[in-house]
Structure formats: structure tokens, C-alpha cells
């Protein structure tokens, strides 16, 4: 044993954090196949209406949260995909760091994960959807930035929950996206909003109710996180 | 009175086929699982 | 083979209950009898015809859903506090009664809605909306069970998706409350709800009260069948 102190959580949860990074980086499949995912998405969506009718612009932002929540599950299901060779997930149990560590840890990768991807997905939105730069988008990336904050606490755990059964890629969307809806619901609402220029006050009922629903399910999921590693 | 009458008669139908339905399923898993029980335990005796 | 962390209960006298019995019988009997009075012996609403005694079903049954679906929040917390394999038997039978019962209601409000309302699906109605959004819960609840064979974690794991479940419920509500939709100008209902007369509502009561009996019923006889599976697979253990 060294005769260091055991890192406290938040070290520990960066250290795990980095870790996902680091294997993420290495072999950025998932990324990618997020990546490509989303843009590819985006494309296809914006043939799918008349456009005599409804404009690209009227359009964008509820295919930004569809595409937003789907190529989160993809992002979601190689997070505990990593483990699963060698039970890798063992020697992370053992390891003297706490579990809300791996918890914490698990979803600071995660949440990394999703904005990197937000970051090529909202330009690619912006130019296929011809949205003019405006004060908006700034509010939207931090509605997003929420919105992902509620998907990984709750991704997170479902995630851990559905690497040990049997159906784990269709148990991951079907446990995740009840508790996705009030986030979509809420952060599609409340950007809507914005990106047609009202002001921010129409749109903080709905972003109230999300920062509730994050404040609420991070701590729930935080809670009931060791008991997806229990023996 | 508006004639609902069609409505009226699928709603009970259909209610009566999933609780009908489930009720039956119930009977048939508990003798299923029933005789699989008492065929492992005579054979335990054996 | 159970692992060691769930407490496990004295075999024999347990399994040997029927699973149909008196009480299943007797609560299909009431709900049956209490449907003849809704259909031969109320008088028909005069708006809506026939369709609003699609009512007699849709609100009890809505009644049950949440009995049952109470009881999976319940008995899930008590499995996680005392590991208990009857409290995961309650839940996993609750939750199996209940989706039947979301089911029923899910079922009978679009046929009543469409002629009625003038729409098959009323976002605005939030007690169709939140059924709908149990209705997958639930569904996810017993396809994880489906999906995990050892018993401790399928208890753990259920209970855990079970109490989040119940967490976003209220998420749901107030979201969907927020939510602007059109209300279509309902066809045939006056904004005014149609007042009830005394003999419809002694139908309603006594079909809450036929409805209540047969959901509970129902959960303990899906109960006595999970007790009986449990002794199948503990007599294959021991062999």
C-alpha cells in the first residue's frame, strides 16, 4: 500500500472521470459514432416536412432535442460498455475509492461526453437550419448544458443498471427515456422560446421545472447508485 | 342523444378481453407452475 | 439459487394456497354484477348516449391502476429497507396488475374521447397523460425483471427503477400541466361537467368499490403464483 491518503471524492471521481476520458480519446469510437449519428440526423430530419409550410427556422430547435436525446443513449451505452471486458468493473469496486466516486466520476465523462458533441452538433443545426446568430444561442447552450446534466444523472445509473441484464442496448433507452421526457419537454419549451426571441421570462417556468428535475434525480441517482454494484 | 352505441360496445369488449385475459393467463401459469412442482417433488420422493 | 442477501422465508405452508380462490372469485362476481347495473339498470346519459357508461370502467379501473401502482412504490421501499423476498413478490405482482389495469385505461378513454372530446388522445387530460407515462414505467419495471436472473439484484434493481419511477411523477404532471395545448371544443360535453343523477352515482360507487376489490384480488393471487414460483425453483436448487 503507499502511504498516501486515499483521494477524497471529488479526486477520485476526477480520477475516474479521466480514466473514461483517456479510453475514449484512445479508441474515439463512440464519439465518433455519436458524432456522425447527430450531424447525420440533423440531415435527414430537415427533408422530412414541406417546407412551403414551416420554415427550417420553426423547425430547428424541436429536432435539436430529438437529436440531442438519441445520440445521448448512444453516448450513455458506452459508459459502462468499457468495464464489462475482463469485469473491469471489479477492480474498480476494490479500488479504496468510495462508489459515489465511480458514480460521480461516471457521469463527469459522460457530461464531458455530451458537450463535445453538442459542440459539433449546434453549429451543424445553425447551417443546416439557416438560424442567424443571435443572444440566443448563448442561453441555449446553457438550457443544454442543464438538460444534459439531468440526462447523465439519470443515464448514468441506468446505464450501470443495464450493463448486468440481458437486453442491455434495449433496456437502456426503455428505462431512460420515460425520465427523459420532463427534460425534453421542459428544455425544448423553454429554448423554443428563446430562439425565437422571447424574452428569457416566458421561458423560466420550464427551465424551473428542469433545474428541479436535476437538482432531484442527481440526488436520487447518487443515492441509489451503490446499490447497482452490491453484491 | 348521440348514438355511441359502437364505442360503447368495443370499451366493454376490450375491457372485458384484458381483464378476461389476464385472469385466464393467471390460471393457466399457476396450473403450469403447480404441476411442475408436484413432478419435481415426486421425483425427490423416488 | 438466491443469493445470500435477501432473507428468505420457511417453505411449505406458503405454497400450498391456491391461486384462484374465493376472493378472485368473488370480486369477479362484483365487477361483472355492478357492469349489468351500469349497462340494463342506470339511465343513459342524454348528451353523450351510450358511450358515457364507458365511464363505469375507465375511472375505476384508473382507481385500481394507482392502488396497484402505489403498492410497487411501497413494497419497493420495503424491500430495499428489509430485503425481504415477500416484499419483491408484492412488487413484482403489483406491478404485473398494474399494467394490466393502465392497460384497461389507456384502452377505454380514446374510444370514449373521440365521439366525445372530438379527439382520440387529450394531452390536456392529465390522467390519461399520466397513465400513459406509468404505463411505460411499469413496462420498463417488468421487462428489467424479465431480463436479470439472479433474484437479489432483479429485487434491488426493480425497487430502485420502481422509486424513481414514482420520483418523476410529479415532474411529469407539472410538465404536461404547462404544457400549451389547443382544447378542441369538446363535440358533445359542455364545459360544465353533465351532472350525475343519483342512480349513476351509486353505479360509480359501487363500481370504485368492485374495481378496488379486484385489483387487490388480483395482486394477491399473482402474489400466491410468484410464492409458488419461488418453491419450484427452490426445490430445483435443493436437489
Not at chain 1, 479510453?23 to 458524432?35: C, G, K, P, V, Y
Not at chain 2, 384484458?18 to 415426486?42: N, P, Q
Not at chain 3, 405454497?15 to 354484477?33: I, Q, T
Not at chain 3, 384497461?104 to 370514449?112: E, I, S
Request: with cysteine.
Amino acid at each position: 500500500m503507499t502511504d498516501r491518503n486515499p483521494p477524497g471524492v471529488l479526486a477520485a471521481a476526477w480520477l475516474v472521470a479521466r480514466k473514461d476520458l483517456t479510453i475514449e480519446l484512445r479508441t474515439r469510437t463512440a464519439f465518433l459514432a455519436s458524432t456522425v449519428f447527430a450531424v447525420l440526423a440533423l440531415a435527414i430530419f430537415y427533408f422530412t416536412w414541406d417546407q412551403s409550410v414551416v420554415t427550417a427556422a420553426d423547425r430547428a430547435p424541436g429536432v435539436l432535442w430529438v437529436v440531442l436525446t438519441f445520440s445521448a443513449l448512444i453516448g450513455l451505452q458506452r459508459s459502462f460498455c468499457v468495464e464489462e471486458h475482463d469485469r473491469a468493473i471489479d477492480a474498480l469496486i476494490a479500488a479504496p475509492i468510495g462508489r459515489e466516486s465511480i458514480y460521480i466520476g461516471k457521469a463527469l465523462a459522460n457530461v464531458i461526453f455530451l458537450v463535445a458533441l453538442q459542440v459539433i452538433a449546434i453549429p451543424a443545426l445553425v447551417v443546416f437550419y439557416n438560424l442567424p446568430i443571435g443572444r440566443w444561442i448563448g442561453w441555449v447552450t446553457l438550457i443544454i448544458v442543464l438538460a444534459i446534466v439531468g440526462i447523465v444523472a439519470v443515464g448514468t445509473l441506468f446505464a450501470a443498471m443495464a450493463v448486468n441484464t440481458r437486453f442491455a442496448e434495449l433496456l437502456l433507452p426503455m428505462l431512460s427515456l420515460p425520465f427523459f421526457v420532463p427534460i425534453l419537454l421542459n428544455g425544448a419549451q423553454a429554448s423554443t422560446r428563446v430562439i425565437a426571441g422571447r424574452p428569457l421570462a416566458e421561458a423560466w417556468p420550464w427551465l424551473r421545472i428542469l433545474i428541479g428535475f436535476d437538482m432531484v434525480f442527481a440526488v436520487a441517482c447518487a443515492l441509489a447508485f451503490p446499490l447497482m454494484l452490491d453484491e | 342523444m348521440i348514438d355511441t352505441s359502437l364505442e360503447f360496445q368495443a370499451a366493454y369488449v376490450l375491457a372485458a378481453v384484458i381483464y378476461g385475459g389476464y385472469v385466464f393467463s393467471l390460471w393457466w401459469r399457476s396450473r403450469r407452475t403447480r404441476e411442475r412442482l408436484d413432478a419435481l417433488r415426486a421425483a425427490k420422493r423416488r | 439459487m438466491t443469493s445470500p442477501s435477501i432473507r428468505a422465508e420457511p417453505m411449505g405452508a406458503m405454497n400450498e394456497k391456491p391461486v384462484m380462490d374465493w376472493m378472485l372469485a368473488a370480486a369477479l362476481v362484483a365487477v361483472v354484477a355492478v357492469l349489468i347495473r351500469a349497462i340494463a339498470f342506470t339511465p343513459t346519459e342524454a348528451t353523450q348516449g351510450l358511450a358515457q357508461k364507458i365511464y363505469y370502467i375507465h375511472v375505476p379501473s384508473a382507481l385500481g391502476a394507482y392502488v396497484a401502482v402505489g403498492l410497487l412504490a411501497l413494497a419497493s421501499l420495503a424491500y430495499l429497507w428489509l430485503r425481504d423476498v415477500r416484499a419483491d413478490r408484492l412488487a413484482e405482482a403489483s406491478a404485473e396488475v398494474g399494467i394490466v389495469f393502465l392497460s384497461v385505461v389507456l384502452a377505454t378513454g380514446p374510444l370514449w374521447g373521440r365521439r366525445i372530446w372530438g379527439t382520440w388522445w387529450a394531452w390536456w387530460d392529465m390522467r390519461l397523460t399520466l397513465t400513459l407515462f406509468l404505463w411505460f414505467v411499469v413496462a420498463a419495471y417488468l421487462v428489467l425483471r424479465g431480463a436479470i436472473d439472479d433474484p437479489g439484484m432483479r429485487g434491488r434493481y426493480g425497487a430502485v427503477l420502481a422509486i424513481l419511477g414514482a420520483l418523476l411523477i410529479p415532474f411529469i404532471h407539472l410538465s404536461v400541466y404547462l404544457f400549451p395545448t389547443l382544447h378542441p371544443m369538446p363535440i358533445v360535453l359542455k364545459p360544465e361537467r353533465p351532472s350525475l343523477s343519483p342512480e349513476m352515482l351509486t353505479t360509480f360507487l359501487l363500481s370504485f368499490a368492485a374495481f378496488t376489490l379486484l385489483v387487490l384480488a388480483l395482486i394477491r393471487s399473482r402474489y400466491r403464483l410468484a410464492s409458488l414460483g419461488d418453491a419450484v425453483r427452490a426445490t430445483e436448487g435443493a436437489r
